[in-house]
Structures are given as structure tokens and as C-alpha cells.
């Protein structure tokens, strides 16, 4: 017999016809032999329309009362689906978060979970009942017991924090969709179903699977090794499992962790090779990591930043052993470079190793929609004075190359900025084992909701990229995608780079304002923004130690003549910025380049 927390989204309990069919669902769970936990949403777009009400009535109504009015939603549900449960002849008893005591931080729209009480819990299974918890909710531990909102979409965070209090044996998540695709079925016809994917994929995916799976319950399922499995309601079929390593235990207390890193990384093998000034057309990234992989070097980080004029710099890191090789393909390539080149052009390519790096790195799903993250990590190696010589980002890390003989002051005060008291953890690449013949990318994303900014002739000083990231955290504007230049130029004596990211569209404008006042005295440059921009991402844990990976997705983008603005990766993730009008081409061309496309067509919605 085993413990099963099964969550039902708005569209599963979107009638009474589909509350009684949920209803028969977990009967028949039931009458298997399990004990059963119900976390439900609001019906249908319940939410959506209370929100609706609350702009009509004020246009900044309090946090407070939205807390009061968006919780009613899931209190509906729950007490139908007890009834329809109890119409079957199922006992079942609906409760509220706080009936439940699920405590959290008393933050209102946005709080996090601290513990879960499970006496109250335990008794009612003990007598047989199916209990229905409402999602989304909870109570803060003030003595006023304020109803809290976790968010929207938190009743997937309320079921699987459930799971973990509980040490429920898995934790289902009931949906309109069959599980995790490998993109958006919308926009890529012959999208497949995943059989399983991990937690640390599932997180770099946020912005394929967060409409179905929100993130900070993939956080609490990959810190307890809680099993998930996301399900068609409308169907017996499998779904797809979202799986995570057995963790090591860890206390119950503070459940959501209200630290934003779990993790300092480092890796001390390796060595950047720079390509400086090289033409801005398609087909350059492509030539150059085919090149590489042909030789089996494994690439780990690949930054390419915006270009000024008509040029690009690319930057990538290797094993310090492979970095010969690395430099001599490169070299290999600025002849064919340098031919198209118009002469007009001031300077030719050139290629620039830096044999002593190390990379620091932060890890952490916490860091989704922090805007100080990142700006934490700049600021606490410009005060430990550290230089950063590369960034890069993606959805729950921020890596840092810098010289070699920082590292170990790096690790101590990044470990000590962010409260990290297990040893930091080395990220060598393992020796190449047995090439699996596992396709290295699991999904292919899109987001077509960036704008790309720049700032041009940033001064090259540890702290500037702290005070950059910091200015736009202290105004709520989230950073996405981080990468700093190579190419350095001189003006008035003083050495500055670029910086490139990519923002919400919607916060664009505001970065824009805001960089632009502080421009003249942080002593920067231009400010260029760009808003018509696609970002399209790779995602794979077995991409790690598998060489080519990159130069295959820079391949099929070259086929089809598609330009790359910006690259940036993580281990297990490699992202292009392209032009917004080619990102759909973009996606499909990578998905089909990976062999990901199905013969099974996807049911999209029921
Ligand atoms: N009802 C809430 C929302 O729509 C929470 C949820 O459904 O997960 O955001
Ligand atoms: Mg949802």
C-alpha cells in the first residue's frame, strides 16, 4: 500500500462533470490499495477572474486582501470534490492550508513554504478518508494566522511539499497535457512525449515546462528525492516521471528554502580560447565547434557576445590539456575569416587564449525571479577583488571565468555570501564513459519574451558588473541571460567591454531608463536595446563529456541561414539568441537536428 499526493490543475476540476470524473480517479486509487492526498486548484480560470475583479475595484489593490479574495478559489474545489467523493461513498474531509497547517513565510502573493504540519494529516488517513487540501494556500506564523498565496501556479508547489512532508511514495500531477514534451507542440507539430527527464533539466526548461510544472515544486522534489510524475487527467496514459538522484536527508524545517543558492561549483581544468573581431554572419559558430568536435575536444562554456560594427567575438573554455588543439583550430580558421573581410575593417580576427582560468559557479532554482542573484555573486567577488573576465547565465546558475589564482578566494567568500556550509562542489569533467547512445538533448525551447540590451564601453574593473546588475535588481528587473565581451578597448586610457543580457520584454524599458541615468557616472557607453530577438535553448544532462553537442545545434542554424546574435551555456544547457522572426524556424530546425521528432502525434489540449 502506498502514500500517493495526486494535484488536479484548474482545467481537471474545471466542471462538475470533471470534478466527478477526479473523483472517480481517486476512488479507483483508492480501491488499489493506496491512501490518497488531493491537492486541487481553482476551477478552471477561477483565478484569472478574481484577479479581473480586484482591478476593477482598485488598480493597486492590497496584497493582503488579494491573499484573502485569490484563496477562495481552491476553497470552492475542494469542498466539491469532498462531496463528490462522499456521493461515491469514499469518506473524504476538504481542508484549507491553514486547517492543515501548512506555514509559510508571510510574504502575501508570494510566499514560500516553511513546514507542513502532518498530525492532522496522518489522523484523518488513519480512519480511511481521502483528504482534499486546497492548493496555493497557507497560513503565516505570525500569531494573526494571515491566509498567504503561494504564487500563481503554486498548488504544484502545496502538492509536492505535501509529498515531502508526508514521505508520500510519489507525487502525481494531474494536467490537460500528456506530460513533458520535447518542445512546444504548438509550434513544433511533431514534438514527443519525454518517458522521464531529471529535475536539473526540468529546472533549465523553465520556460518550456513552467506552464505545466511550476519550478519551485521541481525544487522541493529534486531536495527530497520526492518521485514526480505529470499526467493527462483525461486518460490512463503514463505521463512523463521527473526523477532526481536520491538526495542526502534533510530537515523538514524551512522546506522551501528560503536561501536562493544551493550550491558553489568550480572548475579548475580550464582554458579560454578567444576569437576577436570575427564577421557577424551565419555559419561562423558552426565552422569553428564542428572544427572541435571533429577533434573530440570537449567544449564546456561558449560565450558569444553582441557585436559592435560588424564583428562578433566568440569565447569558449576548454580542458587545459586540450587547449593546443583548441587554439590551433582556431587559428586555423581566421584565413577563411579574414578573406570576406572588408578592408575598411580597422582590425582583423584574432585569436586570444588565457591558458590559467578557473570557473565559479552558483546553482540554485531559488534564483528564478531574484533579480539580486546574480548581482550578489559580481558584487561579492569585486569586494573579495576578484576580475571577471567571462559571465554566463542561464535559468538556475550564473558561471564566472576568472584567473586561476582567485579560485580559492572565490569559493570561500561566495560560500560565505550565500550561506553555503557544505564544501563547495568541484565540477571537473568526468572521464568520458561509455558514450551512451542516450540522445544528448532531452528539449528544445523558445522564448520569444526577451528584449536584448547592451551596454556598451563598460570600464574593465571588478565591481562594474555589481553595480550594473544591482541597479537593475533594486528596480525589479529580472536578468536572464549575462554575458560580458571579449574584446576590450581603450578609451581615454581607460580598458573597457561590453555587457550584453537579455531581460522580460515587459522590463525593457524600464532597464533602459535606468541604465541610461546611471550611464555617465558608472562611466559607461551607449545603451542599445533590441526587442525583436528569439532565444532558443538545448537542454540535456548527457551533454556533458559529449563533444559536438553545440557545433550540431550552430549546424542546423546555419542551414537555414539564421544568424546568431548571443550564445551562452551551462553544463547541461546551450542557448542562442537569434533574430525574433527566425525563432520558430530556429526551434524546429534544432529539434528535427537532435532527432527528436515523433511519429506519435501529441494530443495538445483535451
Ligand atoms: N489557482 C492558482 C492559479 O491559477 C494556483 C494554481 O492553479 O496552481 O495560479
Ligand atoms: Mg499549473
Known amino acids: 500500500m502506498a502514500l500517493i499526493v495526486q494535484k488536479y490543475g484548474g482545467t481537471s476540476v474545471g466542471s462538475v462533470d470533471r470534478i466527478q470524473a477526479v473523483a472517480?480517479?481517486?476512488?479507483?486509487?483508492?480501491?488499489?490499495?493506496?491512501?490518497?492526498?488531493?491537492?486541487?486548484?481553482?476551477?478552471?480560470?477561477?483565478?484569472?477572474?478574481?484577479?479581473?475583479?480586484?482591478?476593477?475595484i482598485s488598480s493597486n489593490p492590497s496584497r493582503r486582501e488579494m491573499d484573502m479574495l485569490l484563496s477562495t478559489g481552491e476553497q470552492v474545489t475542494i469542498a466539491l470534490l469532498s462531496m463528490a467523493l462522499q456521493e461515491l461513498g469514499q469518506p473524504a474531509v476538504s481542508l484549507t492550508g491553514a486547517q492543515v497547517g501548512i506555514v509559510t513565510e508571510a510574504h502575501h502573493t508570494r510566499a514560500r513554504i516553511l513546514n507542513i504540519a502532518t498530525d492532522r494529516l496522518e489522523r484523518h488517513l488513519k480512519k480511511g478518508e481521502v483528504i482534499v487540501v486546497a492548493g496555493f494556500q497557507g497560513v503565516s506564523r505570525t500569531e494573526d494566522l494571515e491566509i498567504t498565496t503561494l504564487g500563481r501556479?503554486?498548488?504544484?508547489?502545496?502538492?509536492?511539499?505535501?509529498?515531502?512532508?508526508?514521505?508520500?511514495?510519489?507525487?502525481?500531477?494531474?494536467?490537460?497535457?500528456?506530460?513533458?514534451?520535447?518542445?512546444?507542440?504548438?509550434?513544433?507539430e511533431d514534438a514527443q512525449l519525454m518517458t522521464?527527464?531529471?529535475?536539473?533539466?526540468?529546472?533549465?526548461?523553465?520556460?518550456?515546462?513552467?506552464?505545466?510544472?511550476?519550478?519551485?515544486?521541481?525544487e522541493i522534489a529534486r531536495n527530497y528525492g520526492m518521485p514526480l510524475v505529470v499526467r493527462s487527467s483525461w486518460t490512463d496514459d503514463p505521463g512523463t516521471w521527473v526523477t532526481s538522484p536520491m538526495p542526502q536527508p534533510r530537515s523538514l524545517e524551512g522546506l522551501e528554502i528560503a536561501r536562493p543558492v544551493d550550491a558553489v561549483e568550480f572548475d579548475t581544468d580550464q582554458a579560454k580560447v578567444a576569437l576577436l573581431r570575427v564577421p557577424d554572419r551565419p555559419g561562423i559558430a558552426s565552422r569553428l565547434f564542428g572544427e572541435i568536435a571533429t577533434q573530440s575536444l570537449d567544449?564546456?562554456?561558449?560565450?558569444?557576445?553582441?557585436?559592435?560594427?560588424?564583428?562578433?567575438?566568440?569565447?569558449?573554455?576548454?580542458?587545459?590539456?586540450?587547449?593546443?588543439?583548441?587554439?590551433?583550430?582556431?587559428?586555423?580558421?581566421?584565413?577563411?575569416l579574414t578573406a570576406h573581410q572588408p578592408s575598411s575593417l580597422e582590425k582583423a580576427p584574432e585569436v586570444m587564449v588565457e591558458p590559467q582560468i578557473a570557473k565559479v559557479t552558483i546553482a540554485g532554482a531559488g534564483m528564478i525571479g531574484r533579480p539580486g542573484v546574480a548581482a550578489r555573486m559580481f558584487s561579492t567577488l569585486a569586494n573579495a577583488g576578484i576580475n571577471i573576465q567571462m559571465i554566463s547565465t542561464s535559468e538556475v546558475k550564473v558561471s564566472c571565468v576568472i584567473d586561476q589564482r582567485d579560485y580559492e578566494n572565490a569559493i570561500v567568500t561566495l560560500c560565505h555570501a550565500f550561506d553555503i556550509t557544505q564544501s563547495a562542489i568541484d565540477r571537473q569533467p568526468k572521464p568520458q564513459e561509455t558514450l551512451t547512445a542516450q540522445n544528448p538533448v532531452r528539449g528544445v525551447a523558445l522564448d520569444l519574451k526577451q528584449a536584448q540590451l547592451a551596454i556598451r564601453h563598460v570600464p574593465d574593473r571588478p565591481g562594474m558588473a555589481a553595480k550594473i546588475f544591482q541597479l537593475l535588481a533594486d528596480n525589479n528587473v529580472s536578468v536572464d541571460m549575462i554575458i560580458q565581451s571579449q574584446r576590450c578597448r581603450v578609451l581615454n586610457g581607460v580598458m573597457t567591454r561590453d555587457i550584453a543580457f537579455t531581460v522580460a520584454q515587459m522590463d525593457a524599458e524600464t532597464a533602459r531608463t535606468v541604465l541610461e541615468t546611471a550611464a555617465p557616472e558608472l562611466g559607461c557607453g551607449e545603451?542599445?536595446?533590441?526587442?525583436?530577438?528569439?532565444?532558443?535553448?538545448?537542454?540535456?544532462?548527457?551533454?556533458?563529456?559529449?563533444?559536438?553537442?553545440?557545433?550540431?545545434?550552430?549546424?542546423?542554424?546555419?542551414?537555414?541561414k539564421i544568424n546568431i546574435q548571443m550564445i551562452a551555456t551551462s553544463e547541461i544547457k546551450v542557448s542562442c539568441v537569434v533574430a525574433e522572426d527566425q525563432g520558430v524556424m530556429a526551434l524546429r530546425a534544432i529539434h528535427h537536428a537532435f532527432g527528436l521528432a515523433g511519429t506519435q502525434t501529441i494530443q495538445v489540449s483535451a
Open 527 to 560: 545603451i542599445v536595446v533590441d526587442m525583436a530577438i528569439a532565444k532558443v535553448s538545448i537542454v540535456g544532462s548527457e551533454m556533458v563529456g559529449q563533444p559536438g553537442v553545440a557545433a550540431r545545434m550552430f549546424d542546423a542554424l546555419y542551414q537555414q
Open 153 to 188: 501556479g503554486g498548488s504544484d508547489t502545496s502538492a509536492v511539499a505535501l509529498a515531502a512532508a508526508l514521505k508520500a511514495d510519489f507525487c502525481e500531477i494531474y494536467t490537460d497535457v500528456p506530460g513533458i514534451l520535447t518542445a512546444d507542440p504548438r509550434l513544433v
Open 299 to 336: 567544449v564546456d562554456l561558449v560565450i558569444q557576445s553582441i557585436h559592435e560594427g560588424n564583428t562578433n567575438d566568440i569565447a569558449f573554455t576548454v580542458t587545459k590539456n586540450s587547449l593546443n588543439r583548441a587554439e590551433a583550430v582556431a587559428n586555423a580558421i581566421i584565413p577563411a
Open 196 to 218: 522521464d527527464i531529471t529535475c536539473d533539466e526540468m529546472l533549465e526548461l523553465a520556460s518550456l515546462g513552467a506552464k505545466v510544472l511550476h519550478p519551485r515544486a521541481v
Open 24 to 56: 472517480q480517479r481517486v476512488v479507483k486509487t483508492v480501491n488499489a490499495g493506496n491512501s490518497v492526498v488531493v491537492v486541487v486548484s481553482a476551477m478552471g480560470k477561477t483565478t484569472d477572474g478574481l484577479v479581473k475583479l480586484a482591478h476593477e
